[in-house]
């Protein structure tokens, strides 16, 4: 089993910057698919970011949903066995519990959760 633990959600303006940090209990480098999702207030659990591991040159890429994209950066840290969502430009509609996701042969894992509210 692994455990995950999210921080960095917090209470920020519209425009403003955030770093979500996942901590994973063990090592992240055998994980093919890396993600943050976000539920909001009475909505399904959405979607946000992946980054997706080549199964021979061990290499990342990544996606991210359209509602993100040019605004937020997922990263990994091997040596730290920690994700990253550098989100930046937050508007009021990034309001969430956003959740990181590690997905590999030994299962599929999810962390507790961490809230970003975008409010002036």
């Known amino acids: 089993q692994v455990q995950l633990v999210e921080s960095g959600g917090a209470l920020v303006q519209p425009g403003g910057s955030l770093r979500l940090s996942c901590a994973a209990s063990g090592s992240i480098f055998s994980f093919n698919a890396m993600g943050w999702y976000r539920q909001a207030p009475g909505k399904e659990r959405e979607w946000v970011a992946i980054?997706?591991?080549?199964?021979?040159?061990?290499?990342?890429?990544?996606d991210y949903a359209d509602s993100v994209k040019g605004r937020f950066t997922i990263s990994s840290d091997n040596t730290q066995n920690t994700v990253y969502l550098q989100m930046n430009s937050l508007k009021t509609e990034d309001t969430a519990v956003y959740y990181c996701?590690?997905?590999?042969?030994?299962?599929?894992?999810w962390g507790q959760g961490t809230q970003v509210t975008v409010s002036s």
């Open positions: 996701n590690l997905n590999g042969r030994i299962g599929s894992f």
């Open positions: 980054a997706t591991r080549n199964i021979i040159t061990r290499s990342l890429s990544t």
